[in-house]
């Protein structure tokens, strides 16, 4: 339940966060760009949760709707009629885009791979913009027609590459990528909208291919489905609302994957009071509860110092973990605020500690600083502090902090027939997706979606 004594402080946070895909993105194409470290290209997640994000500000009279529409329509029809081939400087193949594009032409990025997860992350937020763009006028019609086309040309069979699990990506030089998403991570998300696929979706035995590589562990006697960054189990978790239903693995374990979340952040938390490795702390204390938030993120890195005696290793844009590491010291403080709807209870009071100590709104510009390190030398007791915002970090921000207050991403996403269908085919039942409505064959005359 909202506590309303926070709702200034998530008032602060929602507005500075959402203030990055206003004034980060091209307004003539709708990308956003990955970072606002100069000369950096536009990531095509980062304009997914921009999508997605624009709906959020709308609801807290942030921008208002015809803005939103507009921006959301740039987006969609730009990623609809962008080049769309096995070119090297093509934007897309075979209904997935290039993790990096070139925020002016829209062209790929450097050498960079065509990303199935990051693809993923654009598809969704374009399905959150169609089920809450859902009136009548031309424009709101369009955005509806063009997410469901996009998601709908991907080939989730050809990302498979003859095998049961889907792989990283793929290259016109050099063709897929050898990784291949198994095992607890970012990708459930992927594998339930490539389920549900009227088009090329992926087989049932998919899923149970990536799950049968779980890893379960019991850690500071909390018993849960483990994966050391943060954020792994929070990316899924922006767009589904886990509560209440459970697949298999989790039916077994007598969870499910949103109590799994909540005991993946206590872990994190009691890791930072217990400090294993004696990373120093903003407060002065070594052992603080209101310090933590471990994921991939920015870093001082790379760079080898003693410290207090310590030969201290320090990286730079890493995925951290905890409590088996990696771990520098360093912090995401975007990455505590974002476990907010599993446990507001520590997160809550973590923000305000965040805020506190000089890494909050009043002194980032888009609410709170990507990372700090304590550890590593800096003028002050925060240490080194990142001096770049990535659209990854602002986008769980604003979109967890408003599935906790109200469940708006949530309520949407639980009435997109696709994902409802490829939570069906991956084994899921109980809770809210026993009444959901979902069309096995729904395509362009989706109600929900038209």
Not at 8 to 25: G, K, P, Q, W
Not at 148 to 174: F, I, M
Not at 356 to 384: I, K
């Amino acid at each position: 339940m909202p506590q309303p004594e926070y709702d200034h402080m998530l008032d602060s946070l929602t507005r500075a966060a959402f203030a990055y895909f206003v004034n980060e993105a091209n307004p003539a194409n709708g990308l956003v760009k990955d970072c606002t470290r100069p000369g950096f290209p536009s990531s095509i997640a980062a304009v997914g949760l921009a999508l997605a994000a624009y709906p959020v500000g709308v609801e807290r009279g942030l921008l208002t709707r015809t803005a939103a529409v507009v921006r959301t329509l740039t987006t969609l029809r730009f990623f609809w009629n962008s080049p769309h081939g096995t070119e090297p400087d093509a934007t897309g193949y075979k209904g997935f885009y290039y993790h990096f594009l070139d925020i002016d032409t829209g062209r790929r990025a450097g050498n960079c791979e065509l990303s199935t997860i990051d693809t993923v992350l654009l598809l969704s937020g374009a399905l959150v913009a169609a089920l809450y763009f859902d009136r009548e006028a031309e424009e709101e019609r369009e955005i509806r027609e063009l997410a469901d086309s996009l998601y709908c040309r991907a080939d989730w069979q050809w990302a498979q590459n003859g095998e049961a699990t889907v792989t990283h990506g793929w290259k016109p030089e050099s063709g897929f990528l050898p990784y291949r998403w198994r095992g607890y991570d970012e990708a459930t998300i992927l594998y339930l909208l490539g389920l549900g696929s009227p088009t090329h979706p992926l087989p049932p035995h998919s899923y149970t291919d990536y799950t049968s590589t779980y890893s379960w562990k019991n850690i500071y006697g909390y018993e849960f489905l483990y994966a050391g960054p943060l954020f792994i189990h929070q990316y899924s978790h922006v767009w589904i609302d886990f509560r209440g239903i459970q697949d298999e693995y989790m039916r077994a374990k007598g969870i499910d994957y949103f109590e799994n979340s909540n005991r993946a952040t206590h872990v994190q938390q009691e890791y930072a009071i217990r400090n294993p490795l004696q990373f120093r702390r903003t407060c002065g204390c070594r052992h603080c509860e209101c310090c933590w938030g471990i994921t991939a993120g920015d870093g001082p890195g790379p760079a080898t110092l003693t410290i207090d005696g310590i030969e201290r290793h320090f990286f730079d844009y890493l995925a951290r973990g905890a409590p088996y590491g990696p771990d520098d010291g360093t912090i995401a403080p975007w990455a505590s605020a974002a476990s907010l709807p599993f446990a507001p209870e520590i997160v809550l009071p973590t923000i305000e500690h965040m805020v506190h100590v000089g890494v909050g709104p009043t002194s980032c510009r888009y609410g709170l600083v990507a990372s700090f390190n304590p550890t590593f030398p800096g003028p002050t007791s925060l240490g080194w502090v990142s001096p770049w915002n990535y659209g990854l970090n602002q986008g769980p921000l604003v979109l967890m902090i408003e599935n906790y207050r109200s469940g708006l991403i949530w309520s949407l996403m639980r009435r997109c027939p696709y994902l409802v269908a490829g939570l069906r085919q991956a084994g899921f039942s109980g809770g809210w997706l026993e009444s959901a409505r979902a069309e096995s064959t729904a395509g362009p005359q989706s109600e929900i979606l038209q």
